[in-house]
């Protein structure tokens, strides 16, 4: 090699950056490894921690996890499956309109049933839906993430369940799901109450990390790595961000089982709900002038999280019995903050809507 080769080579050490570089994928690979690993030892013991509490109802593209509770007839329903989760059937029951309760984005039937649903049941017959592929729920396809899609599902369950007619309550993102029942299914729906509820199209997106996860490979690959264990160091301040201006109760995060959600396949399901619910819910806006359920919709001003004068003003100014009521200082947490309210509304609601049906029969 003459001198003027061997400086050129000195100068441009490619086989030196080669096993940089080669270094530097095996680094991340390893990584990535690591942290799959990382998360499937974490869904074993999210699943372990918080196990199904009801029965499963099979529907076309979905397995739906039920909750059925409150005041029981005297006959005992079916026993329980020895193993496994018992496939949810309809048991009897005192007369009465029952209550199908739909929980939010980024949660499961348990933010619906502490203390909402269980104050409710001491009374009425109380239904929580874990919606599908959130909590112990599954659907086959990410992509159903509608709320048409999701409404036809709940629907097939109820008739399952033999529930004919019910008071649905919907928080946030079932906003838009209980609106979409009310018009495709108004013969199961009696009675409609919306707590901080999303129906409109709004400024802006869901965040880029939705975004990104329900994009195809990057999001499971992210979904099935860091996402789990990232999500154990801010579900907690999360969590309080929403309850804002109201303080998130001590032990939330579990007692609602806010950890299911960092499992891959929920989280991707999630995102999807949330990429989607803009082009949905702006498709059927200009329908909810149709709806004829009576309507209660309760909200707060300084809700940050769905604003009050994008969704639940317009809604109540379109639809045709509708009740708003707006609380000052109340954030969007409205099953947590007022409880009471929320019961003594939709009892008034039962109140009227039972002398009507008796004089319709």
């Given at each position: ?39 499937q ?6 699943q ?72 409710l ?47 649905f ?22 009675g409609l ?35 789990l ?25 579990q ?29 059927q ?74 004089a319709?029969?």
């Amino acid at each position: 090699m003459d001198e003027t080769a061997a400086h050129k080579a000195r100068n441009f050490p490619v086989p030196r950056i080669s096993r940089i570089l080669f270094m530097i994928v095996i680094s991340v690979v390893t990584a990535l490894v690591l942290l799959a690993l990382v998360t499937q030892a974490g869904i074993v013991a999210v699943q372990r921690a918080y196990p199904p509490q009801g029965g499963m109802v099979e529907v076309d593209g979905a397995s739906l996890h039920v909750v059925d509770i409150g005041p029981r007839a005297a006959e005992p329903g079916p026993p329980a499956a020895e193993t496994g989760p018992p496939a949810a059937e309809p048991g009897p029951r005192d007369a009465g309109l029952p209550i199908v309760m739909l929980h939010g984005a980024s949660s499961n039937l348990e933010a619906m049933r502490r203390p909402l649903g269980d104050l409710l049941a001491r009374n009425h017959r109380v239904i929580l839906v874990d919606r599908p592929g959130h909590g112990w729920s599954t659907r086959a396809r990410r992509q159903d993430s509608t709320p048409q899609i999701q409404a036809r599902m709940i629907d097939e369950a109820l008739g399952k369940l033999g529930i004919e007619r019910a008071i649905f309550v919907v928080h946030s993102w079932s906003g838009a799901l209980g609106a979409r029942i009310a018009l495709d299914h108004p013969s199961r729906v009696a009675g409609l109450v919306m707590l901080a509820p999303v129906t409109h199209p709004w400024r802006g997106g869901v965040g880029r990390y939705n975004e990104i996860i329900a994009t195809p490979v990057i999001g499971p690959l992210l979904a099935y790595t860091i996402t789990l264990p990232l999500g154990y160091f801010v579900a907690e301040a999360g969590a309080r961000n929403v309850f804002l201006p109201q303080t998130m109760p001590d032990g939330f995060v579990q007692d609602s089982a806010t950890p299911l959600l960092l499992r891959p396949r929920e989280f991707i399901a999630n995102a999807y709900d949330l990429v989607t619910l803009k082009e949905a819910v702006a498709a059927q806006a200009p329908r909810y002038g149709e709806i004829k359920a009576p309507v209660t919709i309760i909200a707060g001003e300084p809700d940050k999280t769905v604003r009050t004068s994008i969704h639940a003003r317009p809604f109540a100014a379109t639809v045709q019995n509708a009740k708003l009521i707006v609380l000052p200082d109340l954030g969007h947490m409205v099953q947590n903050a007022v409880p009471d309210r929320v019961k003594a509304e939709i009892e008034t609601m039962i109140g009227k809507i039972a002398p009507a049906q008796a004089a319709a029969d």
